[in-house]
């Protein structure tokens, strides 16, 4: 494996299947780029004449649409801005807090990354979609599922605001769990 020399730009990208680290390599002499995922490789150029533009891949289970975009700022300096679905990573991640819940809890001494997809209704746990229930209650809508042999719940009721929409919080084993901030 050789050393990462050219590397120029590493960026952490919260999905609904899990974290992942998207890592750019620029070689200014050599007009190289490498787009690594997770720590595979996904794009190689060598002897780019253009130093500038674009290189397109997707990311994770979901196959996320992602742009690296190469800007010469000065002289030989580059800026390297990441898109996500067409949004820069600041307006995606603003986004993503409005359109997703994400929970992190222990269980039996694991780790699990619970999301919720507002939208869709989707819920997704350490990168897998999971099988759901979901059921009408006198106060809003319950959807069940389990991990790893605990029954969990995300319970949707109303705010009784405007502005705030509907509140969903998990239930697991009976007990509230507090939503992450990724």
């Not at 999905?15 to 680290?21: E, F, I, M, R």
């Not at 994770?60 to 801005?81: L, P, R």
């Not at 699990?112 to 106060?139: P, S």
């Amino acid at each position: 494996l050789e050393k990462m020399t050219d590397l120029v730009a590493v960026w952490e990208v919260a999905l609904s299947d899990g974290v992942h680290k998207i890592e750019f390599e620029h070689g200014t002499t050599s007009g190289k780029r490498v787009v690594y995922v997770d720590g595979k490789e996904e794009i190689r150029r060598e002897w780019m004449f253009k130093l500038v533009g674009k290189e397109t891949f997707t990311v994770g289970a979901t196959k996320t649409k992602a742009a690296i975009n190469i800007d010469a700022v000065s002289g030989f300096a580059y800026e390297y801005t990441l898109e996500i679905n067409g949004k820069s990573l600041k307006q995606y991640i603003e986004n993503r807090l409005k359109t997703t819940n994400t929970w992190i809890l222990n269980l039996a001494g694991t780790d699990y990354r619970i999301v919720l997809e507002k939208d869709t209704m989707d819920v997704w746990c350490n990168g897998q979609k999971m099988e759901t229930a979901g059921e009408f209650v006198e106060d809003g809508t319950e959807t069940h599922f389990t991990v790893a042999d605990h029954s969990c719940c995300i319970k949707a009721v109303s705010s009784g605001k405007r502005k705030e929409g509907i509140i969903h919080t998990l239930i697991v084993d009976n007990r509230e769990i507090p939503e992450a901030v990724e």
